[in-house]
T-cell receptor, first 114, second 110 residues
C-alpha cells in the first residue's frame, strides 16, 4: 500500500512568485492536513480537508490556500511568496472522519524562497 | 490554548542505554497523542498512537504512556541503538489538527 506522496520534493522560488504543492493521501484516506515546519516556529497547522471541505484553518495569512479534489488528493497554494515562507511543508492523511484516527505523513516539500 | 512541551530538547547517550523522552500538554481535552520520529531533512514517521482512553502502547523496543489528568506522556526506548538517532516529536490531537511539541533531538553514540 503506497504511503502519502508529496510532489515536488524540492522547490526554489523567487519572492513574489506563487507556488502549488501537491499531496496524494493513502488510498482510502479522506482527510488531508497540511503543516509548515520551520526551525524557528516548529510545526504549525495550516488547514485540514475532508471530502473536499475545509474543516479547519490555522493562523496563516490569506496568501495560503488549499483545496481537495474528489479523489482526496489535495493541493496547497502560496501566493506572493515571502522569504519567511521558506519551510518544509508536510501533508498528513487520515483514514476516517473520526477524530481518533492516526495521521500518516509524506516526505514533505522543501520550499526555498530567494 | 493548548501548548505542548518536550523535555529535554536534546539528549546524547551511549548505545545500549534505556531512555525516556517526556512530553507535557496543558489541556487534557485531547482525542489522542502521537509520537513521531523525524530524520534530518525527512518527513515524519508515526511511532505510536495512544487514544485518550488508553494508558500505554507498545511497539517493539518502544513504549509510550499517557496520563491525561496530569497532562503527560513518556516515550521509553529500550536498549538504544545508533539507528535510533533522530528527532522525536509528540503531538496531541484536537478536533481537526495536531498541536506539536518542539521535539527532542536524540543522539545514540556507538
Amino acid at each position: 500500500k503506497a504511503g502519502v506522496t508529496q510532489t515536488p520534493r524540492y522547490l526554489i522560488k523567487t519572492r513574489g512568485q506563487q507556488v502549488t504543492l501537491s499531496c496524494s493521501p493513502i488510498s482510502g484516506h479522506r482527510s488531508v492536513s497540511w503543516y509548515q515546519q520551520t526551525p524557528g516556529q516548529g510545526l504549525q497547522f495550516l488547514f485540514e480537508y475532508f471530502s473536499e471541505t475545509q474543516r479547519n484553518k490555522g493562523n496563516f495569512p490569506g496568501r495560503f490556500s488549499g483545496r481537495q479534489f474528489s479523489n482526496s488528493r489535495s493541493e496547497m497554494n502560496v501566493s506572493t511568496l515571502e522569504l519567511g515562507d521558506s519551510a518544509l511543508y508536510l501533508c498528513a492523511s487520515s483514514q476516517a472522519e473520526g477524530r481518533v484516527t492516526e495521521a500518516f505523513f509524506g516526505q514533505g516539500t522543501r520550499l526555498t524562497v530567494v | 490554548k493548548q501548548e505542548v512541551t518536550q523535555i529535554p530538547a536534546a539528549l546524547s547517550v551511549p548505545e545500549g542505554e534505556n531512555l525516556v523522552l517526556n512530553c507535557s500538554f496543558t489541556d487534557s481535552a485531547i482525542y489522542n497523542l502521537q509520537w513521531f520520529r523525524q530524520d534530518p531533512g525527512k518527513g515524519l514517521t508515526s511511532l505510536l498512537l495512544i487514544q485518550s482512553s488508553q494508558r500505554e502502547q507498545t511497539s517493539g523496543r518502544l513504549n509510550a504512556s499517557l496520563d491525561k489528568s496530569s497532562g503527560r506522556s513518556t516515550l521509553y526506548i529500550a536498549a538504544s541503538q545508533p539507528g535510533d538517532s533522530a528527532t522525536y516529536l509528540c503531538a496531541v490531537k484536537l478536533a481537526y489538527q495536531l498541536i506539536w511539541g518542539a521535539g527532542t533531538k536524540l543522539i545514540i553514540k556507538p
